[in-house]
């Protein structure tokens, strides 16, 4: 299952008894990683609260300036944008929480939205 919202796209695979989520997205702006840790110590209780384990959630959280190169024909140009990026990407390896898959997805849409 997979699925890209406004500019967030979250993937779900399964591999053996784990749900493994990748929630990925980018912003022109710093974010407040203090809230970003929250909402995913917010997920790790859901889980836990109905017996289902963490196997771990990490976030990489990095900023850069983008450089975008464009080819047209035998020429091509390169510019740096004027603005800095900021990429979210939100992993999550989760077991027994098959019943909870909406939730979990909906609970890292909301997060990584609330960072707009």
């Known amino acids: 299952m997979s699925g890209i919202k406004n500019d967030i796209q979250i ?3 399964r591999q053996d008894d784990a749900l493994i989520f990748t929630a990925t997205s980018n912003y022109t702006h710093e974010i407040n990683t203090a809230r970003l840790a929250e909402q995913l110590q917010e997920l790790a209780a859901l889980i836990e609260s109905d017996g289902g384990i963490v196997g771990h959630i990490k976030s990489a959280v ?3 300036r983008t450089t975008s190169i464009s080819v047209t024909g035998a020429s091509s140009a390169a510019a740096s944008l004027a603005f800095e990026e900021c990429s979210v990407t939100v992993n999550a390896i989760l077991f027994t929480a098959d019943k909870h ?3 979990i997805y909906d609970m890292l849409y909301s997060s990584l939205k609330e960072l707009q």
């Open 101 to 103: 898959t909406t939730k």
């Open 62 to 64: 990095s900023y850069g």
């Open 11 to 13: 993937d779900i695979t």
